[in-house]
T-cell receptor, first 114, second 116 residues
Framework: AQSVTQPDIHITVSEGASLELRCNYS??????LFWYVQSPGQGLQLLLK??????LVQGIKGFEAEFKRSQSSFNLRKPSVHWSDAAEYFC????????????FGDGTTLTVKP | GAVVSQHPSWVICKSGTSVKIECRSL??????MFWYRQFPKQSLMLMAT?????????EQGVEKDKFLINHASLTLSTLTVTSAHPEDSSFYIC????????????FGPGTRLTVL
């Protein structure tokens, strides 16, 4: 069975600083990988996804992520964080044979200091 | 495009009553929808997979008689929490897939259920 680990429960960065959120997955085949953002009391919004091809994926709101097969990682990055980026971030891995069924990491809470 | 709505956005009910939550795909047809449960400060736990016109597939440990799922059309799935108790209080989120091959889910905004 697949699994997702987000090692950092909580990260605090200053506004304007760079950000990296870590995600490691365990899956036997090439996974479908996702990053979602969730604001308090709301559903999830897809930031970006990786299915195949270029391992550096660009998403919305200035986010990007890099798939590294050798490290089983899919870390999320942003060069300059804005106060509005404060939220909960979830990494997820989906099965490529079972459309939509995803396993989520426990999430990382991002706090942005002024 | 690919908007999913949920109704209600929040509901408070007395213990022992049943609550129905609707999940609608507004601008696409969804043969498959998913229901998740999220406890405070925790991740999403998949409860069941809802397939249009057939019975839902429940994840291990989820009581199918307590969480009734109906997917009567290509744009609507409902989750009914029967005989709700305080421990059922949670944030329920649905998602829908427009179709293969993207494997991309579109999530609803969630429903906050509080059982008194």
């Amino acid at each position: 069975a697949q699994s997702v680990t987000q090692p950092d429960i909580h990260i605090t960065v200053s506004e304007g600083a760079s950000l990296e959120l870590r995600c490691n997955y365990s899956y036997g085949a090439t996974p479908y990988l996702f990053w979602y953002v969730q604001s308090p009391g709301q559903g999830l919004q897809l930031l970006l996804k990786y299915f195949s091809g270029d391992t550096l994926v660009q998403g919305i709101k200035g986010f990007e992520a890099e798939f590294k097969r050798s490290q089983s990682s899919f870390n999320l990055r942003k060069p300059s964080v804005h106060w509005s980026d404060a939220a909960e971030y979830f990494c997820a891995v989906g099965l490529n044979t079972n459309a939509g069924k995803s396993t989520f990491g426990d999430g990382t809470t991002l706090t942005v200091k002024p | 495009g690919a908007v999913v709505s949920q109704h209600p956005s929040w509901v408070i009910c007395k213990s022992g009553t049943s609550v129905k939550i609707e999940c609608r795909s507004l601008d696409f047809q969804a043969t498959t929808m998913f229901w998740y449960r999220q406890f405070p400060k925790q991740s999403l736990m998949l409860m069941a997979t809802s397939n249009e016109g057939s019975k839902a597939t429940y994840e291990q440990g989820v009581e199918k008689d307590k969480f009734l799922i109906n997917h009567a059309s290509l744009t609507l799935s409902t989750l009914t929490v029967t005989s709700a108790h305080p421990e059922d209080s949670s944030f329920y989120i649905c998602s829908a897939i427009p179709g293969l091959p993207s494997n991309e889910q579109f999530f609803g905004p969630g429903t906050r259920l509080t059982v008194l």
